[in-house]
């Protein structure tokens, strides 16, 4: 008899099982095994097996907890590796590389069947974009190099909401320095398990911008998301995959800032040797220049040309990569002046200056790039402002160098002696355009005396 009492259920009674019936309940049990098995196959890697576990519910106390949690934890693991699918079909662009939600910045290689103009390269922070562009590239993309190439890198500002651009906010916007609203209002699906870790599949709503009110999440016990599905804000499906092992700490190009730093005020020595830039500049007496400029995404500029801090003026010829059209740019206290030339010889100047150039009326600052020609000219007539900040240290030319940066966004790289060997702006929009300083060496008698006392 049962427990409870009932002899109605204790089996005892039942008539004896007929064979057929023993047979079918055999034939079940062998039905079940096998489905048991193909369950377990389509769980190894390459397989996807149907959820046939409780049905979803609503999110417990500790699981929306985590989900508010998702985007502080992947500030405090710093960054993760990044493989992403957006779109399907031709249009498809796939993404692999990196995400550092602690600077912030996004480094990947960009492929897929609708990758188009944007094959290659990215690099990008919230607000900037940069794409160096490969056209013969393989579709499917590569993990990028580690150190990014110098070179060929282009300033992009796609529409807002699609594309690489809605694929750069979505896994920006994944990392946050505070914790998010809790919700309830989310869905526990089941549980399942990524690369050896269990996870929770979650649908729930995140604050990182995405077109999908709530997206499905893999999320594993300590609030660490694993995997992403939902749409774009233009409504194309995305997945997003994050190796959370996977972890180096990608270098931004020159164009957005280069190496991080830890920034700090001057020393006293440092604080001098800024201070002492105006003589030592006049002491040198010039420098010859090499300029790289991403102005905009139409105009990428390169070129070369001489600088003298006596005088003072410039004298540059640059480049627009895309189309090869060369301007000579002379300029001075009055102001800058412009004369196009021919394509031929790009980069090099024309000497004796052109006598248009140096009669044609001078015009205030046009763009960036005579913003930051003049500023450097600036700097032989009084010190750059201050309070000035240390950024980090690093090379030019082989030399050690302070990257100092000062009021205005400029940084100068100073080496020990207090000579300039780069000058850096940033525009307003987002980027670094820079001037290569190669002042010329002062006279061996003077060098020590205006270099030991800091000052001009």
Same mark, same amino acid.
């Given at each position: 008899?049962?427990?409870?009492?009932?002899?109605?259920?204790?089996?005892?009674?039942?008539?004896?099982?007929?064979?057929?019936?023993?047979?079918?309940?055999?034939?079940?049990?062998?039905?079940?095994?096998?489905?048991? &098995?193909? #369950?377990?196959?389509? $769980?190894?890697?390459?397989?996807?097996?149907?959820?046939? @576990?409780?049905?979803?519910?609503?999110?417990?106390?500790?699981?929306?907890?985590? #989900?508010?949690?998702?985007?502080?934890?992947?500030?405090?693991?710093?960054?993760? *590796?990044?493989?992403?699918?957006?779109?399907?079909?031709?249009?498809?662009?796939?993404?692999?590389?990196?995400?550092?939600?602690?600077?912030?910045?996004?480094? &990947?290689?960009?492929?897929?069947?609708?990758?188009?103009?944007?094959?290659?390269?990215?690099?990008?922070?919230?607000?900037?974009?940069? #794409?160096?562009?490969?056209?013969?590239?393989?579709?499917?993309?590569?993990?990028?190099?580690?150190?990014?190439?110098?070179?060929?890198?282009?300033?992009?500002?796609?529409?807002?909401?699609? $594309?690489?651009?809605?694929?750069?906010?979505?896994?920006?916007?994944?990392?946050?320095?505070?914790?998010?609203?809790?919700?309830?209002?989310?869905?526990?699906? +089941? !549980?399942?398990?990524?690369?050896?870790?269990?996870?929770?599949?979650?649908?729930?709503?995140?604050?990182?911008?995405?077109?999908?009110?709530?997206?499905?999440?893999?999320?594993?016990?300590?609030?660490?998301?694993?995997?992403?599905? /939902?749409?774009?804000?233009? @409504?194309?499906?995305?997945?997003?995959?994050?190796?959370?092992?996977?972890?180096?700490?990608?270098?931004?190009?020159?164009?957005?800032?280069?190496?991080?730093?830890?920034?700090?005020?001057?020393?006293?020595?440092?604080?001098?040797?800024?201070? !002492?830039?105006?003589?030592?500049?006049?002491?040198?007496?010039?420098?010859?220049?090499?300029?790289?400029?991403?102005?905009?995404?139409?105009?990428?500029?390169?070129?070369? *040309?001489?600088?003298?801090?006596?005088?003072?003026?410039?004298?540059?010829?640059?480049?627009?990569?895309?189309?090869?059209?060369?301007?000579?740019?002379?300029? /001075?206290? !009055?102001?800058?002046?412009?004369?196009?030339?021919?394509?031929?010889?790009?980069?090099?100047?024309?000497?004796?200056?052109?006598?248009?150039?140096?009669?044609?009326?001078?015009?205030?600052?046009?763009?960036?790039?005579?913003?930051?020609?003049?500023?450097?000219?600036?700097?032989?007539?009084?010190?750059?402002?201050?309070?000035?900040?240390?950024?980090?240290?690093?090379?030019?030319?082989?030399?050690?160098?302070?990257?100092?940066?000062?009021?205005?966004?400029?940084?100068?790289?100073?080496?020990?002696?207090?000579?300039?060997?780069?000058?850096?702006?940033?525009?307003? +929009?987002?980027?670094?355009?820079?001037?290569?300083?190669?002042?010329?060496?002062?006279?061996?008698?003077?060098?020590?005396? #205006?270099?030991?006392?800091? &000052?001009?």
């Amino acid at each position: 008899m049962r427990p409870d009492g009932d002899p109605a259920l204790d089996g005892v009674d039942d008539p004896p099982e007929r064979p057929t019936r023993r047979r079918a309940a055999l034939a079940a049990l062998v039905l079940a095994a096998a489905a048991s &098995a193909a #369950v377990l196959v389509a $769980g190894l890697p390459g397989g996807s097996p149907p959820w046939s @576990g409780p049905a979803e519910r609503p999110l417990t106390a500790a699981e929306a907890e985590r #989900v508010a949690a998702l985007r502080v934890t992947n500030v405090r693991d710093l960054r993760a *590796g990044v493989r992403v699918t957006a779109g399907a079909g031709r249009d498809r662009i796939e993404l692999l590389g990196w995400v550092d939600w602690a600077r912030p910045l996004l480094y &990947a290689h960009v492929g897929g069947p609708g990758a188009g103009a944007d094959r290659g390269l990215v690099q990008a922070t919230a607000a900037t974009l940069l #794409v160096r562009p490969d056209p013969v590239a393989l579709p499917p993309p590569t993990r990028p190099p580690l150190v990014p190439p110098p070179d060929r890198w282009r300033l992009r500002e796609p529409p807002a909401g699609r $594309g690489l651009a809605a694929v750069r906010d979505l896994l920006l916007g994944l990392g946050s320095d505070r914790l998010d609203p809790i919700g309830r209002d989310g869905r526990w699906l +089941r !549980g399942d398990s990524l690369a050896g870790i269990a996870v929770d599949v979650l649908r729930a709503p995140l604050a990182a911008p995405s077109g999908d009110r709530r997206p499905t999440l893999w999320l594993d016990r300590d609030a660490r998301l694993h995997r992403l599905t /939902g749409r774009l804000p233009d @409504g194309t499906p995305v997945t997003v995959d994050l190796e959370r092992a996977d972890r180096p700490a990608p270098q931004p190009v020159d164009a957005l800032g280069g190496r991080a730093g830890q920034p700090r005020a001057l020393t006293d020595e440092e604080t001098d040797r800024l201070a !002492g830039l105006p003589g030592r500049l006049r002491h040198a007496g010039g420098a010859a220049v090499t300029v790289a400029a991403p102005l905009d995404p139409s105009t990428t500029l390169h070129g070369a *040309g001489t600088l003298s801090w006596s005088t003072p003026s410039a004298y540059l010829a640059v480049t627009e990569d895309d189309t090869g059209q060369r301007t000579l740019r002379r300029a /001075g206290p !009055g102001g800058v002046t412009r004369t196009e030339a021919a394509p031929d010889g790009a980069g090099a100047l024309l000497l004796p200056t052109p006598g248009g150039l140096l009669t044609a009326a001078a015009r205030p600052p046009a763009d960036d790039l005579d913003r930051l020609i003049e500023a450097a000219l600036r700097a032989g007539t009084r010190p750059p402002d201050r309070p000035a900040l240390r950024i980090r240290a690093d090379r030019a030319a082989d030399r050690a160098v302070d990257v100092v940066e000062v009021p205005g966004g400029l940084r100068w790289w100073l080496d020990r002696g207090g000579l300039p060997h780069r000058l850096e702006l940033r525009t307003g +929009r987002g980027v670094w355009i820079h001037l290569d300083l190669t002042p010329a060496p002062p006279k061996p008698a003077e060098a020590r005396k #205006v270099w030991s006392s800091g &000052a001009g």
